[in-house]
């Protein structure tokens, strides 16, 4: 196979990374007690993949296989039965840095290790990476780190209490996570600053825990003020995901509009120039759930999430007119609406409110532990 390499100068130069692994090595983690297989590529024709420091190829059963050179970019890709790297095939890899050094997979870069597989007909490459490592990245994802320290506290609290509950109850036998607004929002070390390290480390292995299990701990940008019992949102309903009033009025997606002609709509939904809007089910706070949408060439049923998807909503707490020629949409919140509101901590941090007692306001009858050791 055709050697693709090329050096790191051009990442390094335009993300100024190579500043940033000076500085990252002074400020890992102490200790790696759970590991988490976080899904950063999915089925594609190739990936490219690299390494901070020297890096062992290995295959899925630990057998060294060669060595990759510091600071250079190979291509991942799939042949026959195996992923290849170069000369190296297996029907998995596994790259690991020396030196504590990071993976570059894609385009930017990670702690931890790399592993490579094959699904479908294209190449995964799934990032093995410490959890506490992996929340210096995700607090700084999903929230804004200028925000006060007691409110990206408790968004790591959260975020490490859904990937462990993730981890464990998952069905996937590959990863637990992806990289997406689907599970925790990830992307390495480029949303690693200051204040998520320090948010992640003063909490270092604090979960929120129901009978003595990590819960579900799912979060969001705004609930649009009250947040939603679990059940009217989705099917199950959990004794710490009820609806609370939620503190998110200073939000920038507090509300917001959306408008569109009938005929765009319509073609978007599948019905035609739209007629009329009935909500079928809606929760005790507004949100829609199923909406049913009444066309010049029919009607259709549609549910909460295909309606985000498809007509680009923040979320489904939303009123709706058509005049003449035009459907508008007038909404509240960003999200689903369920457990932690991001903006509702922050504005009861500026007001002095603990990481505890935010994440008690928005899990009910949850206990604050650390994580035991196996």
Request: charged fraction near 20%; glycine fraction near 8%; charge should be positive.
């Amino acid at each position: 196979m055709k050697l693709k390499q090329k050096t790191f100068y051009f990442f390094s130069k335009k993300y100024g990374w190579l500043t940033m692994l000076l500085w990252l090595l002074f400020i890992a983690p102490v200790s790696a007690a759970v590991e988490l297989r976080v899904a950063v590529i999915k089925a594609a024709s190739q990936v490219n993949v690299g390494s901070s420091t020297d890096a062992l190829i290995k295959d899925g059963a630990g057998r060294t296989l060669g060595t990759l050179s510091a600071m250079s970019s190979f291509v991942a890709e799939p042949e026959k039965n195996n992923v290849a790297i170069e000369k190296w095939k297996s029907q998995q890899i596994v790259i690991e840095p020396s030196n504590e050094g990071y993976v570059w997979i894609k385009d930017r870069w990670y702690r931890g290790r790399t592993r490579l597989l094959l699904q479908g007909k294209g190449v995964t490459a799934v990032n093995l990476v410490d959890l506490e490592s992996y929340l210096y990245s995700v607090v700084g994802s999903e929230a804004i780190a200028t925000w006060p320290i007691e409110a990206l506290k408790a968004q790591a609290v959260a975020a490490r209490t859904y990937a462990l509950n993730k981890s464990s109850t998952g069905s996937n036998r590959f990863y637990d996570l992806d990289t997406t607004v689907q599970t925790q929002v990830y992307k390495g070390l480029q949303t690693e600053y200051s204040s998520t390290h320090e948010a992640v480390n003063q909490t270092s292995g604090q979960i929120l825990t129901y009978n003595g299990k990590a819960i579900l701990a799912v979060f969001h940008s705004s609930s649009g003020g009250h947040t939603e019992n679990v059940e009217e949102v989705w099917s199950s309903a959990l004794p710490y995901l009820r609806g609370v009033v939620d503190y998110d009025q200073t939000a920038p997606v507090f509300q917001w509009e959306k408008s569109f002609n009938t005929n765009q709509i319509g073609n978007l939904l599948g019905v035609g120039t739209v007629k009329s809007f009935i909500p079928e089910r809606i929760t005790r706070n507004g949100r829609i759930i199923t909406l049913k949408v009444i066309g010049e060439k029919g009607s259709k049923i549609i549910d909460d999430s295909h309606l985000r998807k498809v007509l680009d909503l923040k979320s489904t707490l939303f009123t709706v007119s058509v005049q003449d020629n035009l459907v508008e949409i007038k909404g509240r919140g960003y999200g689903h609406g369920i457990g932690l509101s991001q903006w509702g901590a922050y504005y009861l941090s500026l007001q002095g409110v603990s990481y505890n007692d935010i994440l008690s306001h928005y899990y009910q009858n949850v206990k604050l532990t650390k994580i035991q050791a196996n």
